[in-house]
């Protein structure tokens, strides 16, 4: 019933950008939280960033000079900006949500199938 999508990954060289998108389709009533993760090869999935619904925001220690999230609640999106891409972040980026599908629902988290973002040297 809800569904995330994610895009904008793909091949950069180290020193460029990109911008991540995820947008959540479905029966939604809210969004809370939205947030990224990554999961490089044979490593365990970090926190990259969330975003309440107000705009705070939270980053992991390694990307918080490089990286900004944001989001646009009327479209029900979250971005992820990325510069200076070093070797290191290549992943699966991993969007997820914290999403309410009626008024009296429970919030449950959602998480899209990811998008792939290698950085070359």
């Known amino acids: 019933q809800v569904q995330l999508a994610e895009s904008g990954g793909g091949l950069v060289q180290a020193g460029g950008s990109l911008r991540l998108s995820c947008v959540a389709s479905g029966k939604i009533f809210s969004i809370n939280v939205m947030g990224w993760h990554r999961q490089a090869p044979g490593k365990q999935r970090e926190l990259v960033a969330t975003?309440?619904?107000?705009?705070?925001?939270d980053y992991a220690d390694s990307v918080k000079d490089r990286f900004t999230i944001s989001r646009d609640n009327a479209k029900n999106a979250v971005y992820l900006q990325i510069n200076s891409l070093k070797p290191e972040d290549t992943a699966v980026y991993y969007c997820n949500a914290d999403i309410k599908i009626g008024a009296y629902a429970l919030w449950s988290n959602y998480w899209g199938q990811g998008t792939q973002v290698t950085v070359s040297s």
């Open positions: 975003i309440t619904r107000g705009g705070s925001t």
